[in-house]
């Protein structure tokens, strides 16, 4: 796989197995922001929220953790500490 700048929404929940929705979900409850938050455009509308491929990685270990049975609270209190940390 060839790394890229940035990945939409839609390509990281191809590569994560998470769903766009649930990708929004854990961006507006600050679980795990994008690191391209969406800007309002000229137009009115918004752009689409980016990924780094550093978020890819990481959202690929929360998938699996999610997956497992984490809930999504104890997932926000992980990467809390785990961003206090480092």
């Known amino acids: 796989m060839k790394l890229k700048s940035s990945y939409s929404a839609r390509e990281v929940a191809g590569l994560t197995g998470l769903t766009g929705r649930q990708l929004q979900w854990w961006d507006e409850a600050r679980v795990f922001p994008?690191?391209?938050?969406?800007?309002?455009?000229?137009?009115?509308g918004f752009t689409e929220r980016r990924y780094s491929p550093v978020d890819v990685l990481e959202l690929l270990a929360?998938?699996?953790?999610?997956?497992?049975g984490f809930e999504n609270a104890t997932l926000k209190q992980m990467m809390e500490a785990l961003r206090d940390y480092f």
Request: net charge positive; charged share 35%; no cysteine.
């Open 62 to 68: 929360l998938a699996d953790l999610r997956r497992r």
């Open 34 to 44: 994008a690191s391209i938050a969406p800007r309002k455009t000229t137009q009115g």
